[in-house]
């Protein structure tokens, strides 16, 4: 119930294109959820993020689609660059006195081709 | 957005030996601190939840006689990896919760610990 499901693994977009990567939870106890990305051999750095009473969020090229009722959420990134090439993690975090724990995604490693 | 650091940034070591990595806070204090794993092309595997002045709070599965977390202050916790071997070799990141509704993460550059 603690999971988070996170697909693709990995995902190979032309520049230019649409990269979209899906999540998915059961906990409805879960009342918000971040997307980092990471570069290797650098700690994450959040993206944007999202609270379950918003079905949609953008920031420039960035933007969370969220289904509550499916409970399951999306990062889009349009005009996807070669810069974007990293991998990209969602996550939730439970309500109440969890202090910011997060519960991660498996991941999914995003090349963008020139 | 708020700083984390880490340090150091990378450190090699002789099997049997302990390292200490810090997380500082920069811009913000952190009564709570969180403590990471990951290993190459993996996610990031929860270890423990440091707490300012008081004990560390270990994820099941997690030795905390072998990663000792000391939460010196608000803007700094400490992992130290005793007695170190190679499977202990991994990345290690730290995260620190900027207080706010949602007490939004924000993470360190992780120290990269190989064990020879």
């Known amino acids: 119930q603690q999971q988070v499901k996170q697909s693709p693994q990995s995902l190979i977009v032309q520049k230019g294109g649409i990269s979209i990567i899906n999540c998915a939870y059961e906990n409805t106890a879960f009342d918000y959820f971040p997307w980092y990305q990471q570069f290797p051999g650098k700690g994450p750095a959040l993206l944007i993020a999202i609270r379950p009473d918003v079905s949609e969020k953008k920031e420039g090229r960035f933007t969370i689609s969220f289904n509550k009722s499916a409970k399951q959420f999306s990062l889009h990134i349009m005009d996807s660059q070669p810069g974007d090439s990293a991998t990209y993690f969602c996550?939730?975090?439970?309500?109440?006195?969890?202090?910011?724990?997060?519960?991660f995604g498996q991941g999914t490693i995003l090349t963008v081709h020139p | 957005g708020a700083v984390v650091s880490q340090h150091p940034s990378w450190v090699i070591c002789k099997s049997g030996t302990s390292v200490k990595i810090e997380c500082r806070s920069l811009d913000f204090q952190a009564t709570t601190m969180f403590w990471y794993r990951q290993f190459p092309k993996q996610s990031l595997m929860l270890m423990a939840t440091s707490n300012e002045g008081s004990k560390a709070t270990y994820e099941q599965g997690v030795e905390k006689d072998k990663f000792l977390i000391n939460h010196a202050s608000l803007t700094l916790s400490t992992l130290t990896v005793t007695s170190a071997h190679p499977e202990d070799s991994s990345f290690y990141i730290c995260?620190?919760?900027?207080?706010?509704?949602?007490?939004?993460?924000?993470f360190g550059p992780g120290t990269r610990l190989t064990v020879l």
């Open positions: 996550a939730a975090k439970l309500g109440g006195t969890s202090y910011g724990k997060l519960t």
């Open positions: 995260s620190a919760p900027l207080a706010g509704i949602f007490n939004e993460q924000f």
